[in-house]
């Protein structure tokens, strides 16, 4: 017998439940017994079940079993720019955990609109994720309270909120910018200009402008502000602001942009103004995203552990979903320095 499932003049009625149970001939106890394997079922109404979902090709409501159950699998990602490399490869690291440990994401693109993260947020609550990833900019106040109320698990990448007491995964960007800014000036540079994020980002803003400014008063020379050129992670931005340089300021040796599509942008300008990289100037970029490495020339850069980050700030979360303890939930990972032609007058042929 075949339940009927439409009526005539009307298209097909919604599937529950109900109809699985009485299409078998059982209780709607006995269907979910069977649904979520919780409890034993005799084996021919067990069958009986099967059939009539396979009849009615049943599909329970995943956010409606999540309520039963207090998990949904879903897990809640949020990004400030899709079409950066540098994210775009996280999210892979993201998502190889993700399709491992059985959960789905949602991506959310805010595009660095504040407006946008917190709607996209509330968007994400009202899906009753089981926990979110967050990338941004910057965590304001409102994302703060937000966090609060909600009690939902997060991770943070590249941030981190000791006051919330919630997870997090990074470098030590300061050390890192310090490092590479060393890098320059044990080559014998002196006016280091640098390409840096706006300073409300507080990781890859502030404190690698910081590292910046440390690495130079270690070596005896103060902060000279002509030097200092601000952008925001793009490619047309920073290819603007160093036309603008180079108008403006005498020649430096030597330019650390705080991101690798910022150094793109600043070496191409100085080649259409017949500037060669790295024979006049030595560029350096930081994250390493794919991109860098096939560059022409091929950019010195801080390598981040971008696709391992996604990976590992996805395994913390569901730690912290599933109850776990967790001895460390401020994690660092390391970095390192990959010299190649941006930076080298000989062409670098392997790492």
């Known amino acids: 017998m075949r339940f009927p499932n439409m009526k005539k003049g009307m298209g097909p009625m919604k599937i529950t439940i109900n109809e699985v149970a009485k299409l078998a001939g059982v209780s709607k106890a006995t269907v979910s017994r069977v649904m979520n394997n919780s409890k034993p079922v005799n084996p021919e109404k067990h069958e009986r079940v099967l059939k009539a979902i396979a009849e009615l090709e049943f599909k329970p409501n995943p956010v409606a079993r999540g309520l039963v159950h207090k998990r949904t699998g879903l897990i809640g990602v949020v990004i400030p720019d899709i079409t950066n490399p540098f994210f775009a490869e996280l999210v892979k690291g993201v998502e190889e955990v993700v399709g491992e440990r059985n959960y789905n994401m949602i991506l959310c693109n ?102 910046y400014q440390d690495a130079m008063a270690a070596y005896g020379i103060e902060t000279d502000a002509s030097l200092v050129m601000r952008s925001n992670f793009k490619i047309e931005s920073a290819y603007k602001t160093m036309k603008k340089f180079l108008k403006e300021q005498e020649p430096v040796t030597a330019i650390f942009a705080t991101s690798d599509l910022m150094a793109i942008g600043a070496i191409r300008c100085l080649r259409d103004h017949n500037i060669d990289v790295p024979g006049q100037v030595e560029v350096a970029g930081f994250d390493d995203i794919p991109m860098a490495s096939y560059y022409s020339p091929s950019i010195t850069t801080v390598r981040q552990p971008i696709l391992e980050m996604g990976r590992q700030a996805t395994r913390l979360l569901i730690k912290v979903i599933n109850g776990e303890k967790i001895k460390n939930k401020n994690v660092i990972l390391p970095y390192q320095l990959i010299p190649r032609e941006s930076t080298l007058k000989t062409p670098v042929t392997g790492e």
């Open 110 to 211: 805010t595009t660095h609109n504040a407006e946008k993260e917190l709607a996209y947020l509330n968007m994400l609550k009202e899906k009753y994720v089981d926990g979110i990833i967050f990338m941004t900019a910057k965590v304001s106040q409102e994302h703060r309270e937000f966090f609060k109320k909600s009690q939902l698990p997060v991770t943070f990448i590249n941030r981190k909120c000791d006051d919330i007491h919630m997870a997090s995964l990074d470098i030590d960007n300061y050390q890192a910018a310090y490092d590479m800014t060393t890098f320059f000036l044990k080559r014998g540079h002196r006016r280091v200009a640098i390409i840096r994020a706006p300073l409300t980002d507080k990781t890859s803003g502030y404190e690698r402008y910081r590292g």
